[in-house]
């Protein structure tokens, strides 16, 4: 019996409550409210139908003009909505990468080294102990590395970085002929 007592004054409270009366602001009073903010900016009001109409192409691009003010152009802007990385990605994969550009710098060792020539030449190898013949402006590394001097037991190259911000940086690496008793291996 107190269950449905309970259940009663709870049903009761809430048809009390989801009564008809309206909250807030109605539709007409936001129309009229901007018919005021246009009137007072110089711009010509735009009608506002209660009933809803089918709108035509045309109808909606003179509508949006009107209303908006503005109209966006993409001509020329990138798509705000595509990855900004998956485009340098893409990029990347187009790019033909060479042999050495395959990977880091630190995984090359510098075998020997030309370097009292008007040529001067160096010979690095992969991880895999496979040589290859470089020279100055050759690309090396992952990181877009490039030899800039090849001298005595050594090798300069010179990467180019994006950082998070987005700007690029360079930084000088050292490859230095390694040095051991290994003799001649290659």
Do not use: H
């Amino acid at each position: 019996m107190k269950w449905g007592v309970a259940l009663l004054l709870v049903t009761g409270l809430t048809l009390v409550g989801c009564g008809n009366e309206k909250s807030g602001v109605s539709t007409a009073d936001y129309a009229a409210a901007r018919e005021k903010v246009k009137a007072a900016s110089g711009q010509a009001p735009v009608r506002m139908e209660t009933q809803q109409a089918v709108a035509q192409p045309e109808d909606l691009d003179q509508q949006a003009t009107v209303t908006a003010g503005y109209m966006y152009d993409p001509t020329e802007k990138r798509d705000p909505f595509r990855s900004f990385i998956l485009d340098q990605a893409k990029e990347a994969a187009e790019k033909e990468v060479g042999p050495l550009e395959q990977f880091d710098i630190s995984q090359l060792a510098v075998v020997a080294v030309v370097w009292d020539t008007g040529m001067p030449l160096a010979l690095l190898a992969d991880p895999s102990g496979r040589p290859y013949v470089v020279e100055e402006g050759t690309a090396v590394g992952k990181n877009d590395g490039r030899v800039t001097k090849i001298d005595d037991g050594v090798v300069l190259v010179k990467e180019t970085y994006v950082d998070w911000l987005g700007e690029k940086t360079t930084k000088d690496i050292e490859m230095r002929l390694a040095s051991g008793d290994k003799g001649g291996d290659l």
